[in-house]
């Protein structure tokens, strides 16, 4: 069984910048893609940006792309993702994920994903 627990989110005004951590636990991470994903109020959950198992590739939803950046530490087995620029639309609880299995290319899909954290607030206020 695969732990995940996020942590680092809160309140910022818009334009300033949070920093999200998942500690992984259960399993070696670094043999898994990592990713993280979010739901904002009266919507269904979104996938944020992706991770390759060895931090080579990454992948970002449009909305993100150039203010957000996922990073990885396997000897911490910790997953991070620092957001700049914050956008009162990047309001939601923010989850990170992991797989089942090793896949051979990065998964962008909620169904791509097994284990789950409990999710952390992100308010961002205008």
């Known amino acids: 069984q695969v732990q995940l627990v996020e942590s680092g989110g809160g309140l910022v005004q818009a334009g300033g910048s949070l920093s999200l951590s998942c500690a992984a636990s259960g399993r070696t991470s670094s043999s898994y893609d990592m990713a993280w994903f979010r739901q904002a109020p009266g919507k269904e959950r979104e996938f944020v940006a992706v991770i390759r198992w060895n931090g080579g590739i990454t992948g970002y939803a449009d909305s993100v792309k150039g203010r957000f950046t996922i990073s990885r530490d396997n000897t911490k087995n910790t997953v991070y993702l620092q957001m700049n620029s914050l956008k009162p639309e990047d309001t939601a609880v923010y989850y990170c994920?992991?797989?089942?299995?090793?896949?051979?290319?990065?998964?962008?899909?909620?169904?791509?994903?097994?284990?789950w954290g409990q999710g952390t607030q992100v308010t961002v206020s205008s």
């Open positions: 994920a992991a797989p089942f299995e090793y896949r051979r290319v990065p998964i962008t899909t909620e169904s791509g994903y097994k284990y």
